[in-house]
């Protein structure tokens, strides 16, 4: 068995004019592949197809302010406070997950009220089956960037990261972490599982017909998972050095707790009637009107 996996990924995919990230590609394919899943799932149901454009730009929008100001205002407020302008240097780095959730939470409410005309439940079941897709895509990118890994083990798969990263890719010598766990590969693992346990509910046992059932899974198992893997995680900010429970495990439980109260609610209540048509509703439409002038033919 390996005592350590030696881990000399370079984070830059292309470095020609033009710098291309490994991490900014992994979010690129998880939207690509979010946005084909999200579209198969709208025809299925016969809802409208210029509504999938429409939610690729709720969410953007919504993931990047969300994950900014998640770290801003979760992580790093005191800093912030004093350096207002920095809030905008997202290129340095600093995004949140939980801030990204909220994100896609609030715009998801915006995007009911204004696109879909639907309960926010409604969108919410069917956007968390990409949306775990596209976590792990992200923990794979983490993972690429040699940053987020856990403490020292002496277990066979412990990766040994470089530490001095920004100089490494400038011509230095790499200097190595100690075996670490990569606890990248422990949440992308637990995402990826959690995706395809979203699919089979909603594809094989119509899930979605509970408002609610999906969405609270996802809470559940992917909040559950974040705060079982941040026990052997290092703290991402020195104010968490010391604590019992760190700033994400604090997070998380509230989101845990919101997703038990949503299955719950889901399962007590009963089931709606949906039909699928396999067509997207511009579809249906065209073929309506098409049979109407038929008729007054």
């Known amino acids: 068995m390996l005592d350590a996996i030696t881990w000399t990924a370079n984070p830059i995919l292309f470095n020609h004019g033009v710098t291309i990230r490994w991490y900014g590609v992994m979010f690129i394919i998880g939207f690509f592949l979010g946005y084909k899943i999200l579209a198969r799932i709208f025809r299925h149901e016969g809802a409208y197809e210029k509504w999938v454009g429409t939610i690729l730009v709720y969410l953007v929008i919504s993931t990047i302010v969300g994950a900014r100001l998640g770290h801003v205002f979760f992580y790093a407020w005191d800093y912030y406070s004093q350096h207002p302008i920095e809030i905008l240097y997202t290129w340095e780095?600093?995004?949140?997950?939980?801030g990204a959730t909220i994100g896609i939470f609030i715009a998801?409410?915006?995007y009911s009220?204004?696109?879909?005309?639907?309960?926010?439940?409604?969108?919410?079941?069917?956007?968390?089956?990409?949306?775990?897709?596209?976590?792990?895509?992200?923990?794979?990118?983490?993972?690429?960037?040699?940053e987020i890994y856990g403490h020292p083990t002496d277990l066979p798969w412990g990766f040994r990261f470089v530490v001095n990263l920004h100089n490494w890719?400038?011509?230095a010598q790499p200097i190595f972490s100690l075996p670490s766990h990569p606890t990248q590969i422990y949440e992308a693992l637990c995402y990826l599982a959690l995706f395809g346990l979203l699919m089979w509910m909603y594809w094989k046992k119509?899930?979605?017909?509970?408002?609610?059932?999906?969405?609270?899974?996802?809470?559940?198992?992917?909040?559950?998972?974040?705060?079982?893997?941040?026990?052997?995680?290092?703290?991402?900010?020195?104010?968490?050095v010391g604590m019992t429970l760190n700033m994400g495990q604090w997070l998380s439980i509230p989101f845990i707790i919101a997703g038990i109260c949503l299955i719950i609610y889901a399962l007590v209540h009963?089931?709606?009637?949906?039909?699928?048509?396999?067509?997207?509703?511009?579809?249906?439409?065209?073929?309506?009107?098409?049979?109407?002038?038929?008729?007054?033919?």
């Open 113 to 146: 009220l204004f696109v879909t005309k639907k309960s926010p439940l409604w969108i919410l079941d069917r956007l968390v089956i990409p949306i775990a897709l596209v976590g792990a895509l992200v923990r794979i990118g983490n993972l690429l960037n040699h």
């Open 206 to 240: 119509n899930a979605e017909s509970r408002p609610g059932l999906l969405f609270g899974v996802f809470f559940v198992i992917l909040f559950a998972s974040r705060f079982l893997i941040e026990f052997v995680k290092n703290p991402q900010e020195a104010f968490e």
């Open 93 to 98: 780095g600093g995004l949140a997950s939980h």
């Open 270 to 297: 009963p089931p709606v009637k949906l039909s699928f048509p396999n067509k997207f509703a511009e579809q249906l439409e065209g073929n309506a009107e098409g049979n109407s002038k038929k008729h007054q033919k």
């Open 169 to 171: 890719m400038n011509g």
């Open 108 to 110: 998801m409410l915006l």
